[in-house]
């Protein structure tokens, strides 16, 4: 559509000109250039199809005194046209679920194009490798099922690894129809782009992984480096000792600091990888990331817990291997622990939202853990100046977060499970690095006999607030937050889980200065724009 309203764009430009539109035909006209045809017809500007060689404006019908700007717009017409018809994809069969034949058929695909596999079982010893923008789409789970023989554990049934073609236009890469059986050997998917340039029309849904056993316990999926888009309506089987998803930045490289130096730590942006609308059969964390990662993890539906879990989901601090993670939002998702505890989320550097997720029953306690996990001036220890990036656990809010009827509490806690020679004792506090709800909220910090707020307090003041706009306090000390909605703020009921019947919406109020309200966050649209064909903003879709 994009197309059609430039299209009409330069009608309003021409006015009243006249002229004749001449246009060369193409054998068997593709459907997704019929929207173009019909403004033409319906624009009032005749036109005609002509050959090769014939196709021309027809001249003296154009006036001379506009000669330049009509040739100017025909010729962006012309453009727009020609793009359009040849951004119209072809379908590449592959003839069946070998290894060899879905290997020809990803070869044999140019950008843009659907490469189908049939329903057959097959197994695979190597990965199948894609560098351009494609659809890779099975014949539906439990259809198309690829049993992976692979032996390298660092390596995944599907690689996708754009070239420099494929970064410079943004290609859209989709992966779709499939059940993936890693068979204990391998991981499942590996989405890697090693540059700061961003890929961001990636969509892997409607799959299901297990079994995953690759390096270092084994991923469903794995992602390191600028991949931003869509896992969305996959089913996740994460009951083994292998984590289901991680989501790390350029991890392979130089531990993220590329991410950390150019991207940016706003909430609410579409450059994110979401993970969306999934069933989730966990007794291992999903999701979880550092190194310059960042994920959006929402109305999932959690199960499965065979013991306790710590956590569910994981954000890495800074580490001798590489940078933290920079921003998360987890809000939406029900997670059904069972007779099973554990920590919603390991919240160990970087920013993050954390808001409206529920564990219906729980047979053990259920937290939230904050902790420092190095001293951001120790690591990575790197060519570049580490601390000169906040990697510690700052800017945060939890609120709404819920077992049963109980809000979920996060406490600091000294990180001991890696070095504890290294690691450093708790420099967090509550009401300065991360702000949790208060069931009675009055916007204000206790301060001392100075005005000075008292940072860590733990009473009923500070952290952060929710319920209607009109109920948000006129005055508020800087850096406590207000969650307005409509909705309630304690029955989560219908907003929870897989496709959710009445999505969260609302705004996130930030105090930014003394008793001054700034509106500071909306959660991205869902369902995510990718789930409908429509083009995230962030990048411009290039033509090509």
């Given at each position: 559509?994009?197309?059609?309203?430039?299209?009409?764009?330069?009608?309003?430009?021409?006015?009243?000109?006249?002229?004749?539109?001449?246009?060369?035909?193409?054998?068997?006209?593709?459907?997704?250039?019929?929207?173009?045809?019909?403004?033409?017809?319906?624009?009032?500007?005749?036109?005609?199809?002509?050959?090769?060689?014939?196709?021309?404006?027809?001249?003296?019908?154009?006036?001379?005194?506009?000669?330049?700007?009509?040739?100017?717009?025909?010729?962006?017409?012309?453009?727009?046209?020609?793009?359009?018809?040849?951004?119209?994809?072809?379908?590449?069969?592959?003839?069946?679920?070998?290894?060899?034949?879905?290997?020809?058929?990803?070869?044999?695909?140019?950008?843009?194009?659907?490469?189908?596999?049939?329903?057959?079982?097959?197994?695979?010893?190597?990965?199948v490798t894609i560098t351009r923008g494609i659809t890779l789409q099975g014949?539906?789970?439990?259809?198309?099922?690829?049993?992976?023989?692979?032996?390298?554990?660092?390596?995944?049934?599907?690689?996708?690894?754009?070239?420099?073609?494929?970064?410079?236009n943004n290609e859209a890469f989709r992966l779709t129809g499939f059940t993936?059986?890693?068979?204990?050997?391998?991981?499942?998917?590996?989405?890697?782009?090693?540059?700061?340039?961003?890929?961001?029309?990636?969509?892997?849904?409607?799959?299901?992984?297990?079994?995953?056993?690759?390096?270092?316990?084994?991923?469903?999926?794995?992602?390191?480096?600028?991949?931003?888009?869509?896992?969305?309506?996959?089913?996740?089987?994460?009951?083994?000792?292998?984590?289901?998803?991680?989501?790390?930045?350029?991890?392979?490289?130089?531990?993220?600091?590329?991410?950390?130096?150019?991207?940016?730590?706003?909430?609410?942006?579409?450059?994110?990888?979401?993970?969306?609308?999934?069933?989730?059969?966990?007794?291992?964390?999903?999701?979880?990331?550092?190194?310059?990662?960042?994920?959006?993890?929402?109305?999932?539906?959690?199960?499965?817990?065979?013991?306790?879990?710590?956590p569910i989901m994981d954000m890495h601090g800074n580490q001798p291997a590489?940078?933290?993670?920079?921003?998360?939002?987890?809000?939406?998702?029900?997670?059904?622990?069972?007779?099973?505890?554990?920590?919603?989320?390991?919240?160990?550097?970087?920013?993050?939202?954390?808001?409206?997720?529920?564990?219906?029953?729980?047979?053990?306690?259920?937290?939230?853990?904050?902790?420092?996990?190095?001293?951001?001036?120790?690591?990575?220890?790197?060519?570049?100046?580490?601390?000169?990036?906040?990697?510690?656990?700052?800017?945060?809010?939890?609120?709404?977060?819920?077992?049963?009827?109980?809000?979920?509490?996060?406490?600091?806690?000294?990180?001991?499970?890696?070095?504890?020679?290294?690691?450093?004792?708790?420099?967090?506090?509550?009401?300065?690095?991360?702000?949790?709800?208060?069931?009675?909220?009055?916007?204000?910090?206790?301060?001392?006999?100075?005005?000075?707020?008292?940072?860590?307090?733990?009473?009923?003041?500070?952290?952060?607030?929710?319920?209607?706009?009109?109920?948000?306090?006129?005055?508020?000390?800087?850096?406590?937050?207000?969650?307005?909605?409509?909705?309630?703020?304690?029955?989560?009921?219908?907003?929870?889980?897989?496709?959710?019947?009445?999505?969260?919406?609302?705004?996130?109020?930030?105090?930014?200065?003394?008793?001054?309200?700034?509106?500071?966050?909306?959660?991205?649209?869902?369902?995510?724009?990718?789930?409908?064909?429509?083009?995230?903003?962030?990048?411009?879709?290039?033509?090509?």
């Amino acid at each position: 559509m994009a197309h059609v309203e430039h299209a009409h764009r330069m009608q309003s430009e021409l006015g009243h000109l006249s002229m004749r539109l001449i246009m060369r035909p193409r054998r068997n006209m593709p459907v997704c250039a019929q929207p173009l045809i019909f403004f033409l017809l319906k624009s009032g500007m005749p036109f005609a199809f002509c050959s090769r060689e014939q196709c021309k404006l027809q001249r003296g019908e154009i006036e001379m005194g506009a000669q330049y700007k009509i040739i100017a717009l025909i010729a962006s017409l012309f453009i727009t046209f020609a793009s359009l018809v040849e951004s119209c994809a072809d379908t590449q069969t592959a003839a069946s679920a070998s290894y060899a034949d879905v290997s020809a058929a990803v070869l044999a695909a140019s950008p843009g194009d659907t490469v189908t596999v049939p329903a057959e079982s097959a197994t695979w010893d190597s990965p199948v490798t894609i560098t351009r923008g494609i659809t890779l789409q099975g014949a539906g789970v439990g259809n198309t099922v690829i049993t992976s023989n692979i032996t390298n554990q660092n390596a995944g049934i599907i690689l996708f690894a754009p070239n420099s073609t494929a970064l410079t236009n943004n290609e859209a890469f989709r992966l779709t129809g499939f059940t993936f059986d890693c068979a204990n050997m391998s991981n499942g998917i590996l989405l890697v782009n090693s540059t700061t340039t961003i890929m961001n029309k990636v969509r892997i849904d409607h799959n299901r992984i297990l079994n995953a056993g690759g390096a270092n316990a084994g991923r469903c999926i794995s992602v390191s480096g600028t991949i931003f888009g869509v896992i969305d309506s996959n089913e996740l089987d994460v009951t083994s000792s292998e984590n289901g998803i991680s989501v790390y930045g350029n991890a392979y490289g130089n531990g993220g600091y590329d991410e950390w130096n150019t991207l940016s730590r706003n909430f609410g942006d579409g450059n994110n990888l979401f993970i969306e609308d999934n069933t989730i059969i966990a007794n291992n964390t999903v999701p979880d990331g550092g190194h310059g990662g960042r994920y959006v993890c929402r109305y999932n539906s959690f199960s499965g817990a065979a013991r306790n879990m710590v956590p569910i989901m994981d954000m890495h601090g800074n580490q001798p291997a590489g940078y933290s993670m920079m921003v998360n939002e987890v809000y939406g998702n029900s997670i059904n622990l069972g007779s099973y505890g554990g920590a919603l989320v390991d919240h160990r550097g970087g920013q993050g939202l954390i808001f409206f997720n529920s564990v219906p029953v729980s047979g053990q306690t259920v937290f939230g853990k904050v902790r420092e996990e190095y001293a951001d001036s120790l690591y990575p220890g790197d060519s570049h100046t580490p601390n000169s990036f906040v990697q510690h656990v700052t800017n945060s809010y939890y609120w709404a977060n819920y077992v049963g009827s109980s809000l979920i509490k996060y406490d600091i806690e000294q990180d001991t499970s890696d070095n504890s020679t290294q690691n450093v004792t708790p420099v967090l506090a509550e009401n300065r690095d991360y702000w949790q709800q208060r069931t009675s909220f009055t916007g204000a910090v206790t301060v001392d006999c100075g005005g000075t707020p008292l940072h860590g307090d733990t009473s009923t003041t500070g952290g952060v607030g929710c319920g209607t706009l009109g109920a948000m306090p006129a005055t508020c000390t800087t850096g406590t937050a207000y969650w307005a909605t409509d909705q309630s703020c304690s029955d989560l009921t219908g907003m929870v889980g897989t496709n959710p019947a009445t999505p969260i919406t609302g705004t996130l109020y930030k105090c930014t200065a003394q008793n001054t309200w700034t509106a500071y966050y909306t959660p991205y649209t869902y369902p995510h724009p990718l789930r409908s064909g429509l083009l995230p903003p962030g990048r411009p879709h290039l033509l090509h």
